[in-house]
């Protein structure tokens, strides 16, 4: 199950609000919390130069230490976890990828936003890195507007696991069922269907080997993920199937907000391994806009 999970925080309240669903887990696995915040020299301006002090340097440090330090004593006293916190040094993405290796971290749980406004994303800097190069599960959370409830906790209940067919992909799902089965969620495998045009519904009126076509593919989705569903079910696991024609990222969310999903689970590569990245398509343009918490690993691949 999970021993360790990591929080990294960036002194935001953005960044805070990864807090609630890794306590959640911390509580019913009975995992240590890992809170980490990389520390930044504080760069002082003199005479429009930049330059540095090493008095204000060791006054934020210290602020940002006894914050860090007041965050896990007020998670403990609520609830009941063993929470461990550690100042890293920059640069940041390096700083937690190596951290977080040391100390066999199982679960990394962080938001996509970080400090300033919503406007500025850690995805694409420290997130992206993260999910690129660690050999770890990482729930990517997005803050929301407003002060921080902790006990307003996203209990994930459906699980949403969009696959391309490849094996690759299918490799999602022991990190989707290690989180599912803590809150006996239900699961939703997914496959999209890409037109072969962007206007296919027009071109299907008159274009019968097109519609053939997407019938196949359909069905041979279809099939693909009722024998997934099957292996599923025999674990008493709660498992549904759907196939959709559009372009993914669109569709997966789409789905994801019409059916009531609580967390979308996925590789970051697909079919075709490092060839094709899904990370940089899919699943970031997922990832980026899923209003859900986003579960990303990059598959182990025999090279």
Known sequence: MFRTILVPLDGSAFGEHALPIATDIAKRTGA??????????????????????VELDLDQRKLERDHLREIARRLT???????????LEPPIAPALHDYALDQHVDLII?????????????????ADRLVRTVPIPIVLVRPHAGDLQMDQVPTIKHIL?????SELAEQILTQALRLGRLTDAQYTLLQVIEPPLPNYQQTLVGDGA??????????????YLERLSKRMSEEQLQVNTAVVIGQPAPAILDYAQ??????????????GGFMRLMLGSVADKVARGASTPVLLHRPQVDV
């Open 110 to 126: 962080m938001t996509s936003h970080g400090r300033g406004p919503l406007s500025r994303v850690w995805l694409g800097s420290v």
């Open 210 to 223: 097109i519609m053939e076509q997407l019938q196949h593919l359909q069905t041979a989705a279809q099939s």
């Open 161 to 165: 696991i969009p696959l391309d067919g």
């Open 258 to 271: 019409a059916h009531a999903v609580d967390l979308i689970a996925m590789e970051t590569h697909g079919r």
């Open 77 to 87: 006293a609520q609830a009941g976890i063993k929470v461990q916190t550690e100042m």
């Open 32 to 53: 240590t919390l890992l809170l980490t915040h990389v520390h930044l020299p504080v760069p002082v301006l003199a005479s429009e130069v930049a330059a540095y002090s």
